[in-house]
């Protein structure tokens, strides 16, 4: 047995404190990953400090536009905040696209983002992972990895980023607010998640014991008209083969400004950066966005199990770009 120790504190910067003093320190947020991870001893905290007390659970339309959410926000509650529902509707559909009713009522917005893998072998404590156990090895490339990456793999780590709303998030530019023992900083959302490179157990550039307090989303007028397509074995309760967050604005038939970001396919939230440079100036026709979309997809890295997913991204980028076009969405 092992002994795990809880704290709970409604002052930041005694959380902060908590943390950053203990060795094996982490925050509690929902739970909803953290204390699944614990029970399995996939993770192994000796401090949990329960951050459900702090003021954080905000959601603020801010002057010109923008959004402010709080680290400690729920993930229902964001859904359907009438600010996000009205002008950002690619983070409302992805937030009601993952989970279940239950998990989004206790899920914040601030554990979300650092939510971990669903690789089978990061979760089994008898296989070889770098991500879990650094320099053992992943069993993934020769094992089953249908559901894996293809874009930003590394030959240390293949699993992909699970959080949908982090997907819409990226495409919107979003920015990534901490305190930490060492004060405040923010963080561009594309910076926040790292490819797994030579360290796949280093996920975030988080400190320790800093904090998420919020996320800032800036004004993006084209959002109003925005989408998150997610496609999956089933159609509840299960994570993405591939996703995408996808907004454009179109004048006189031509792309005049575009945002696209993956899931389910990269190994963190993909900013699909060169289908946009593709699209924009080009005719707002099915051809242009499969041309994009090809160009993007070019960069894959496929395996056995998961080739399957490179015309499935093509795929859903072309089905949610046509679905922002076809209608008077523009
Ligand atoms: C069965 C199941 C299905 C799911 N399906 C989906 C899905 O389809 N799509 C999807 O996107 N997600 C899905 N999830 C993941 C779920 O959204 C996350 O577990 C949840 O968002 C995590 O939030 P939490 O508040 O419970 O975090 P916790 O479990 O409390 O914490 C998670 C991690 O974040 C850290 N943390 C929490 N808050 C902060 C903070 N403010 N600052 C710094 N670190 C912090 C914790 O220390 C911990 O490491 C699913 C989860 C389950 C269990
Ligand atoms: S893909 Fe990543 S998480 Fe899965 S076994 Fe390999 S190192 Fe671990």
Same mark, same amino acid.
């Given at each position: 047995?092992? %002994?795990?120790?809880?704290?709970?504190?409604?002052?930041?910067?005694?959380?902060?404190?908590?943390?950053?003093?203990?060795?094996?320190?982490?925050?509690?947020?929902?739970?909803?990953? $953290?204390?699944?991870?614990?029970?399995?001893?996939?993770?192994? %905290?000796?401090?949990?400090?329960?951050?459900?007390?702090?003021?954080?659970?905000?959601?603020?339309?801010?002057?010109?536009?923008?959004?402010?959410?709080?680290?400690?926000?729920?993930?229902?509650?964001?859904?359907?905040?009438?600010?996000?529902?009205?002008?950002?509707?690619?983070?409302?559909?992805?937030?009601?696209?993952?989970?279940?009713?239950?998990?989004?009522?206790?899920?914040?917005?601030?554990?979300?983002?650092?939510?971990?893998?669903?690789?089978?072998?990061?979760?089994?404590?008898?296989?070889?992972?770098?991500?879990?156990? %650094?320099?053992?090895?992943?069993?993934?490339?020769?094992?089953?990895?249908?559901?894996?990456?293809?874009?930003?793999?590394?030959?240390?780590?293949?699993?992909?980023?699970?959080?949908? =709303?982090?997907?819409?998030?990226?495409?919107?530019?979003? =920015?990534?607010?901490?305190?930490?023992?060492?004060?405040?900083?923010?963080?561009?959302?594309?910076?926040?998640?790292?490819? %797994?490179?030579?360290?796949?157990?280093?996920?975030?550039?988080?400190?320790?014991?800093?904090?998420?307090?919020?996320? $800032?989303?800036?004004?993006?007028?084209?959002?109003?008209?925005? =989408?998150?397509?997610?496609?999956?074995?089933?159609?509840?309760?299960?994570?993405?083969?591939?996703?995408?967050?996808?907004?454009?604005?179109?004048?006189?038939?031509?792309?005049?400004?575009?945002?696209?970001?993956?899931?389910?396919?990269?190994?963190?939230?993909?900013?699909?950066?060169?289908?946009?440079?593709?699209?924009?100036?080009?005719?707002?026709? $099915?051809?242009?966005?499969?041309?994009?979309?090809?160009?993007?997809?070019?960069?894959?890295?496929?395996?056995?199990?998961?080739?399957?997913?490179? $015309?499935?991204?093509?795929?859903?980028?072309?089905?949610?770009?046509?679905?922002?076009?076809?209608?008077?969405?523009?």
């Amino acid at each position: 047995m092992r %002994p795990l120790s809880y704290a709970r504190t409604a002052d930041a910067g005694a959380a902060i404190a908590l943390v950053a003093q203990h060795p094996e320190g982490v925050f509690l947020a929902g739970g909803t990953t $953290e204390v699944d991870l614990t029970r399995q001893d996939v993770l192994r %905290p000796g401090l949990l400090v329960d951050i459900n007390d702090l003021p954080l659970d905000g959601v603020d339309d801010l002057p010109g536009g923008g959004l402010r959410i709080g680290a400690l926000a729920r993930m229902s509650d964001v859904a359907r905040a009438a600010g996000v529902v009205a002008r950002f509707p690619v983070i409302s559909q992805a937030l009601l696209l993952g989970a279940s009713a239950q998990l989004r009522n206790m899920a914040s917005m601030g554990g979300n983002l650092c939510q971990r893998v669903r690789c089978g072998y990061f979760r089994d404590v008898s296989s070889p992972c770098n991500k879990r156990d %650094p320099g053992s090895g992943c069993a993934a490339p020769d094992g089953f990895h249908r559901g894996h990456a293809i874009l930003g793999v590394s030959e240390k780590c293949i699993a992909t980023h699970p959080s949908d =709303v982090a997907v819409a998030l990226v495409a919107l530019d979003a =920015v990534v607010h901490t305190r930490g023992p060492d004060g405040e900083r923010a963080i561009g959302i594309d910076d926040f998640f790292l490819l %797994p490179g030579d360290t796949p157990d280093r996920e975030h550039p988080l400190d320790h014991g800093e904090l998420i307090t919020a996320i $800032e989303v800036p004004a993006v007028p084209m959002a109003r008209h925005s =989408v998150y397509l997610k496609v999956r074995d089933r159609q509840s309760y299960e994570f993405a083969l591939a996703s995408v967050a996808a907004a454009i604005r179109v004048e006189d038939g031509t792309v005049v400004g575009v945002r696209l970001a993956l899931g389910g396919v990269g190994t963190k939230p993909w900013r699909a950066r060169r289908a946009e440079a593709a699209l924009f100036g080009q005719p707002a026709s $099915e051809d242009s966005f499969a041309e994009a979309a090809r160009v993007e997809l070019a960069q894959a890295t496929p395996r056995r199990q998961n080739a399957f997913k490179v $015309e499935l991204a093509q795929r859903a980028i072309v089905r949610a770009l046509n679905t922002l076009t076809n209608g008077d969405a523009r």
